[in-house]
Nanobody, 115 residues
Framework: QVQLVESGGGSVQPGGSLRLSCAASGIMFILYDMGWYRQAPGKQRERVAIITSGGSTTSAGAVKGRFTISRDNAKKTVYLQMNSLNPEDTAVYYC?????????WGQGTQVTVSS
């Protein structure tokens, strides 16, 4: 059974930081591209950052320079370090694992940025 379990969400003031984690089980983690997506109320889900099985990363323009994605293959975990958070970053953040036609999602973790 495949599970992606996110943690680390919460409430933070503008300018603050959070670190999200996603622990994977039931998959050959090293073969999967891992990603973080987010969905704000009333908006479509959007890609935040991706790290490939080989370790290459890409990130959305809105978070470039503020968010960093990384992975620990030994722990089967992917991280999203989020700095300089602003209210526009408020959303449910989802972890994704993808390999060819295989595509798995976590349940999401809420991130709220407000003063």
């Amino acid at each position: 059974q495949v599970q992606l379990v996110e943690s680390g969400g919460g409430s933070v003031q503008p300018g603050g930081s959070l670190r999200l984690s996603c622990a994977a089980s039931g998959i050959m983690f090293i073969l999967y591209d891992m990603g973080w997506y987010r969905q704000a109320p009333g908006k479509q889900r959007e890609r935040v950052a991706i790290i490939t099985s080989g370790g290459s990363t890409t990130s959305a323009g809105a978070v470039k320079g503020r968010f960093t994605i990384s992975r620990d293959n030994a722990k089967k975990t992917v991280y999203l370090q989020m700095n300089s958070l602003n209210p526009e970053d408020t959303a449910v953040y989802y972890c994704n694992a993808r390999n060819l036609q295989l595509d798995y999602w976590g349940q999401g973790t809420q991130v709220t940025v407000s003063s």
